[in-house]
């Protein structure tokens, strides 16, 4: 059966800090793959996708990029983090057409001080 | 104006209640999502559907394609029911509902 995995599950990071968030897929090969966010009392927004190694779709001009170095691995980074950055992040794939069948990883919620 | 709009924003009700939770959309679909997000964070699809209806145990999703309408339904509900529901849109992309927070109150 396929697994989603996001780590850290919860990260406190200073303004002006990298970020590197994690994601990894397991039991299925070539999914689509996501990242969400989702800021404090506001609603989820489509952050990238991706449908294979290296190749990234960005929804929003952000602070933030993407990286699919390999098939089942999706990184979220950022060179030096807003206090705008913090919230809970979400990880997601899907095995055939985009933006179908989802299924969510457990988050990352963070806080940027 | 959100491109897709859910009503209500809070919902309460007493155990084994029957629960609407609606959600009207904007923008051309090519599938309408139901999402369920529990407290701690995590979000787990419930459905998803492009026209007619879905069952799965209790819940029920139904689309009104020419309305731009879907329905959740949640029958005899329960105190673990309780969470926040989400409707999202896609096509090319995906465009979230600002979430309904169910409370199911035993």
């Known amino acids: 059966s396929q697994t989603i995995h996001q780590w850290p599950a919860t990260l406190v990071q200073p303004v002006g800090s990298p970020l590197s968030l994690e994601c990894t897929v397991e039991g299925t090969s070539n999914p689509n793959l996501y990242w969400y966010r989702q800021a404090a009392g506001r609603g989820l927004q489509l952050l990238f996708y991706?449908?294979?190694?290296?190749?990234i779709s960005s929804e929003v001009p952000q602070n933030l990029s993407a990286s699919r170095p390999q098939d089942r691995q999706f990184i979220l980074s950022s060179k030096k983090l807003l206090l705008s950055d913090s919230g809970f992040y979400l990880c997601?794939?899907?095995?055939?057409?985009?933006?179908?069948?989802?299924?969510f990883g457990p988050g990352t919620r963070l806080t940027v001080t | 104006k959100n491109e897709v709009e859910q009503s209500p924003q809070n919902l309460t009700a007493q155990e084994g209640e029957f629960i609407t939770i609606n959600c009207s959309y904007s923008v051309g679909i090519s599938a309408l999502h139901w999402l369920q997000q529990h407290p701690g964070g995590g979000i787990v699809s419930l459905f998803m559907l492009s026209s007619g209806k879905k069952k799965h145990g209790r819940l029920i999703a139904t689309i009104n394609i020419q309305e731009k309408h879907s329905s959740l339904h949640i029958t005899a509900s329960h105190p673990r029911d309780s969470a926040v529901y989400i409707c999202?849109?896609?096509?090319?992309?995906?465009?979230f509902g600002a979430g309904t927070r169910l409370t199911v109150k035993p």
């Open positions: 999202a849109a896609s096509n090319n992309d995906m465009r």
């Open positions: 991706s449908v294979g190694i290296g190749q």
């Open positions: 997601a794939w899907s095995p055939s057409r985009l933006f179908y069948e989802q299924y």
